[in-house]
């Protein structure tokens, strides 16, 4: 990871922990999606799991349902951690 991502996802972090306090409360998983989005992009491709970026598909059709539909960005996410789950215990 470069200084240029190291300061993109450290200040997303930061600001994220400041921004929480004061947002509404869906918007704080909104905001770890978000990272696990940043972080993902910045690894080199052929060094991670071809199973996270599928994931980051799911993660990301997530994000636009965070605040007009609470129910199925809930259950996007339970489904998106029983996927991690599975992959994880599977390999």
Known sequence: MNRDDQ?????????????CI???PLYGPLRLLEAYSLL???LK???TDEFYYQLDEQVEN??????????QFIEGLDQVLEALTDHIIST
Do not use: Q
């Not at 300061?7 to 921004?19: D, K, N, P, Y």
């Open 7 to 19: 300061a993109r996802i450290f200040t997303h972090l930061l600001t994220s922990a400041r921004g």
């Open 22 to 24: 004061e947002e509404p």
């Open 40 to 42: 993902l992009h910045m």
């Open 45 to 47: 491709r052929e060094e």
């Open 62 to 71: 997530l994000k636009d349902k965070c605040m007009g539909h609470e129910k």
